[in-house]
């Protein structure tokens, strides 16, 4: 029997599926219906936590090498966003937990911070500099995975301007997707992840 490709999902409070109205509207368990879709035999495991910044990630890789991970999909960024915390020092963290999964075997998507600066909370006159912040660190956290041997799925302005126009894509909180909104994100994220898969197969 095949054994099962042990899929690892880490990260912040995207990476945990705050927002999302119910369990299997979450990234981990949309990604992975689309392994399965295509022919993989998953084994889901999820350690995101809400508020998680990339100073955690190493706590979290750790569980996820503990348990055996095959293919890990890491989503963090926005806290370190919102924490101020310099893209350098972010970068590098990630950079260290993307290195110990890659030599573990493991095949490594990250997905950047998101472009903050369509949030409506953030005041009309501060959105262009938050949106150009953001950029400059999902810059740093890209060219750090690509360095730790990790691939990078990166939103683009696309996704940013459908959430940008689409209310419904984000939760009662205003912050956070809604399920719509990570069915949204999903669909931008699957064909990175399936690529992956074939690899670590």
Do not use: K, W
């Not at 350098?88 to 890659?102: E, K, M, N, P």
């Not at 998507?109 to 262009?128: E, H, M, S, T, W």
Request: net charge positive; proline share 6%.
């Amino acid at each position: 029997m095949t054994p099962p490709l042990r899929f690892c999902v880490l990260g912040d409070s995207l990476a945990a599926g705050v927002g999302s109205s119910r369990e299997d509207d979450t990234l981990g368990r949309r990604l992975t219906r689309r392994l399965r879709d295509a022919g993989h035999v998953v084994r889901l495991r999820n350690f995101g936590v809400p508020g998680a910044r990339s100073a955690d990630l190493d706590r979290q890789a750790g569980l996820a090498l503990g348990e055996g991970v095959d293919l890990a999909l890491i989503v963090i960024g926005a806290n370190d966003l919102a924490g101020f915390v310099a893209p350098a020092i972010g970068a590098r963290q990630l950079h260290d937990a993307v290195t110990r999964l890659v030599r573990a075997g493991a095949r490594v998507i990250v997905v950047p911070a998101p472009d903050l600066g369509i949030v409506a909370r953030v005041p009309g006159p501060y959105r262009q500099l938050v949106s150009a912040a953001s950029g400059h660190y999902a810059q740093a956290q890209a060219e750090a995975a690509i360095r730790a041997g990790g691939a990078v799925a990166t939103a683009g302005p696309e996704l940013a301007a459908r959430f940008a126009a689409d209310p419904a894509l984000f939760s009662a909180d205003r912050f956070h997707p809604s399920s719509a909104g990570y069915a949204v994100i999903a669909d931008g994220l699957a064909p990175h992840v399936l690529a992956a898969a074939q690899l670590a197969a």
